[in-house]
């Protein structure tokens, strides 16, 4: 693999070769351009020099005092050497060392008797602007012949020979500038090269152990860092924890695999016992059936009332069998979701107090009195008529498990969105530790008691399914002098 440049002597060679770049650059200017520029700027100040001697002459204050400070200032700042006169060769104005050297070119432009060719820059009505070489003097000028509309000739000449010089000097300058900047451009990227590459190596580092998956380490902020390197790291401390974090879930999600297995081998027992279950729920009855039957069969009892209770049982365990192959098959079909829940408005309130009237006469012959007191209609969503089996689920099983004072009251609760209703009946607590475990498949606290009243220990197993279809909870309670069972729904404002 190429190995690369460290970002330190990239940043140097960077900054040197901008440095000599604009320093070429401005070599490059200076040769091709600053001499033009230069004669452009003396154009310029020949030419404006001339249209204020040609403003002073049409206004008649040309030979004013007023006009000595201006001609004086037109002649010194633009380094100009000037000679006006009038048609008969009389000096009206001068400014120059050699007055009578300016009165004789401009004699030869008058009369036309100069001896070199000039280049003729700008040609007008008022004025010529020329290039001219002086070859004694080895020297060039830009000059200015003009006509004032009062009949007066102008001349105006201003050298051009320091220009070249001065490109020179000037090159000089830049190229002993440049390498004074290129010097201390090196020491300063030097400088500023290991501030900038410091925060990047300690990042380096820090990434580095996040491949090792060493979290501990992080990245702090210094006091000349930059904001982006300081931004930089913040976000690699976030990824850090990120990670971190994405690690932790991934073991715990390992973890939790490893508990599904156990779970689905905890499954396949939960199978193996629930038609364990299932065979000792059914094998009593039909045993009694079967032995009954044979009973009536070889005409055990002749008499009429025997054969008659004969029957009554068969009848009762047929029927009991019936109720709990019912049950099994609503409750597989509500945890396989094959039953479907239609969720609508109804009232609450309605919907117990049918369920209550119907178990009034169970309640009535067991001597317990049931007290619901709720008179206004309350509305929620649900499926009508599974909710009704969860009612009658609790209601039936608090008939069954009534004690003490024989009493069964039904309430509502408000929650924010949800309404708790609630089942109590007054009896024995349910061990603490049996609590969640009610409502599992052929699950009962006090065996002994269901099988008297025909109990299958479904009923609850039913309820929770039913609940956890619509996406809603339920639970039992103790109190000092009886338990509560509650169920809860979304209400319809």
């Not at 003097?137 to 009949?151: K, N, T």
């Not at 002993?176 to 580092?205: D, M, Q």
């Not at 309640?363 to 969860?390: C, N, P, R, T």
Request: glycine share 6%.
């Amino acid at each position: 693999m190429k190995k690369r440049m460290s970002l330190s002597l990239q940043l140097i060679l960077v900054m040197v070769l901008l440095v000599a770049g604009t320093i070429g650059l401005c070599l490059f200017l200076n040769n091709t351009f600053l001499e033009k520029y230069y004669v452009y700027n003396k154009q310029t100040e020949l030419r404006e020099g001339f249209q204020m001697i040609n403003k002073a002459s049409e206004d008649g204050t040309l030979l004013t005092e007023d006009f000595d400070i201006t001609f004086e200032k037109i002649c010194t700042n633009g380094n100009i050497n000037i000679i006006v006169t009038a048609p008969n060769r009389q000096v009206i104005r001068s400014f120059s060392v050699n007055q009578q050297l300016l009165m004789m070119k401009l004699n030869e432009f008058i009369t036309g008797g100069r001896k070199e060719e000039p280049q003729v820059i700008v040609s007008t009505e008022q004025y010529i602007v020329e290039k001219q070489r002086d070859s004694r003097m080895q020297a060039e000028y830009l000059i200015l012949y003009g006509w004032l509309p009062d009949g007066n000739y102008v001349y105006m000449q201003t050298a051009l020979e320091g220009v070249r010089e001065s490109a020179d000097i000037t090159n000089r300058f830049f190229l002993v500038i440049g390498i004074c900047a290129l010097i201390i451009c090196v020491i300063v990227i030097i400088i500023v090269s290991k501030g900038i590459s410091r925060p990047i190596r300690r990042l380096s580092g820090i990434s580095e152990k996040m491949s090792n998956l060493e979290f501990e380490a992080k990245y702090e902020s210094g006091a000349h860092t930059s904001r982006e390197v300081d931004e930089l790291g913040q976000h690699m401390n976030e990824m850090s924890a990120s990670l971190e974090k994405t690690i932790s879930e991934l073991k715990s999600a390992n973890n939790e695999l490893l508990q599904d297995l156990e779970k689905k081998e905890q499954i396949d027992e939960m199978r193996k016992e629930f038609l364990s279950n299932v065979s000792h729920e059914l094998k009593t009855p039909l045993a009694l059936i079967q032995g009954y039957a044979e009973g009536l069969k070889e005409c055990v009892n002749e008499e009429e009332g025997s054969r008659d209770f004969y029957c009554e049982v068969i009848v009762d365990e047929a029927d009991k069998m019936n109720q709990m192959v019912r049950k099994l098959l609503t409750l597989n079909q509500l945890e396989f979701g094959n039953d479907v829940v239609e969720l609508e408005r109804f009232d609450m309130t309605e919907l117990v107090r049918g369920v209550v009237s119907a178990s009034s006469l169970m309640a009535a012959s067991e001597g317990i009195q049931m007290e619901f007191l709720q008179e206004d209609a309350v509305y929620v969503w649900g499926d009508e008529f599974k909710i009704e089996q969860v009612i009658s689920n609790y209601l039936s099983n608090a008939i069954h498990y009534a004690r003490g004072e024989k009493k069964i009251q039904i309430f509502f609760r408000r929650e924010e969105q949800l309404l708790r209703v609630s089942v109590f009946n007054t009896g024995d607590q349910i061990p603490e530790e049996e609590l969640d475990k009610v409502w599992i498949k052929f699950y009962k606290v006090d065996k002994a008691r269901t099988r008297e009243y025909g109990g299958s220990g479904i009923g609850l197993s039913i309820v929770k399914a039913i609940m956890d279809s619509h996406h809603q909870n339920c639970g039992v309670v103790n109190h000092e002098n009886g338990v509560e069972f509650w169920m809860e729904l979304e209400c319809c404002n």
